[in-house]
């Protein structure tokens, strides 16, 4: 058995990565250790064989604790972040602490026990494009964060790169586009229109919905971290993107409408968000042609027909999951005029 530390692994797509390896990769012990912040929450992880993954509620800051998690692992796959761009422009200490000072520490304990790193990151490093800009992030695109948030992720993969050239570390990153799918907090695009519509509320869709997001389902991008695990090339970036770079919000919220049998205009437009990035647009060529990467969540109209479709399954039958927080965060939301 190999045995994998996975970070932030309560979270939305770390708990999904825990489940599609139980499920999927049989040969592996997983220990999940997470801080249990809002978008935390151990009943992501309710269900999974006691045998196959233990829980340990800890903080990636704790240098004792993380230097005891990894000398006793094989692999570490760093999931824990902070990242939500609103609440990065409300307090961006938080982002600091842990998308910075929590990578610097795990990187700390996988140079001292010579340990194998992949290292999740995000699009938003590479800054926003012009809505008739026809590029793509690449591999090779520099960095131009514009929020606390997405600046503190591109400080974190300088920092694993970084290490692996001053240090030797064996790490591996990977950019993916936004995710979608089962366990997401509902404060998030998709998960609150969805959760919006089983609320009898109209989804909200910031100023005029022209915002680009390239969606990725998550079991789509979970699939393309385990190909990188398995045969990525020490010290390579892998770009993630399922090429949903022709779909807007407004796109989005409009087919969340349909496939939940409302009017496609059956929502509200509300305040942009402070600074909101344009378009995200990712190539993912590296990917596939050199690992052979290919989602599966791909149909032919908007690219997310069937992910949102079991997406929406998902929340319809866990209403218990996030009916509790719903009148809060849309209380926070409307105190902000969104």
């Not at 058995?1 to 692994?9: N, Q, R």
Request: contains cysteine.
């Amino acid at each position: 058995m190999t045995k994998m530390l996975v970070t932030g692994g309560a979270g939305f797509i770390g708990a999904n990565f825990v489940h599609y390896t139980v499920n999927h990769k049989p040969d592996y012990e997983i220990t999940v250790i997470d801080k249990l912040t809002y978008a935390g929450n151990q009943a992501n992880l309710a269900g999974l064989p006691e045998d196959k993954v233990t829980f340990v509620q800890g903080d990636i800051c704790d240098a004792e604790l993380i230097d005891k998690l990894v000398s006793e692992t094989d692999i570490v796959v760093h999931f824990a972040a902070e990242s939500h761009n609103d609440n990065s422009l409300r307090n961006p200490w938080p982002f600091v602490e842990t998308n910075i000072i929590g990578t610097y520490t795990i990187l700390e304990a996988i140079r001292k026990h010579d340990k194998r790193l992949h290292h999740i990151s995000t699009d938003e490093v590479f800054g926003d494009l012009e809505l008739d800009d026809p590029n793509r992030f690449t591999e090779t695109t520099s960095y131009e964060p514009s929020s606390p948030y997405s600046s503190t992720k591109a400080g974190s993969d300088h920092l694993v790169r970084a290490w692996v050239r001053s240090f030797g570390i064996k790490a591996t990153i990977s950019n993916c586009s936004n995710n979608y799918g089962p366990y997401q907090h509902i404060e998030k695009f998709i998960p609150r229109q969805i959760t919006n519509i089983l609320s009898d509320i109209k989804p909200k869709l910031y100023g005029t919905g022209e915002q680009v997001r390239d969606w990725i389902h998550v079991d789509d991008h979970n699939s393309a971290v385990h190909l990188i695990l398995e045969q990525g090339k020490l010290g390579d970036t892998y770009i993630i993107g399922a090429d949903n770079d022709h779909v807007n919000n407004k796109m989005v919220i409009e087919l969340i409408c349909e496939l939940m049998g409302k009017g496609k205009d059956w929502y509200d437009h509300v305040n942009d968000r402070p600074g909101h990035d344009m378009r995200y647009a990712m190539d993912s060529t590296k990917l596939r042609t050199e690992l052979g990467w290919e989602p599966q969540y791909t149909d032919t109209q908007t690219g997310m027909r069937d992910g949102l479709l079991q997406t929406i399954d998902w929340y319809k039958a866990n209403e218990d999951w996030w009916k509790p927080q719903k009148d809060a965060i849309e209380a926070a939301y409307a105190k902000q005029g969104q």
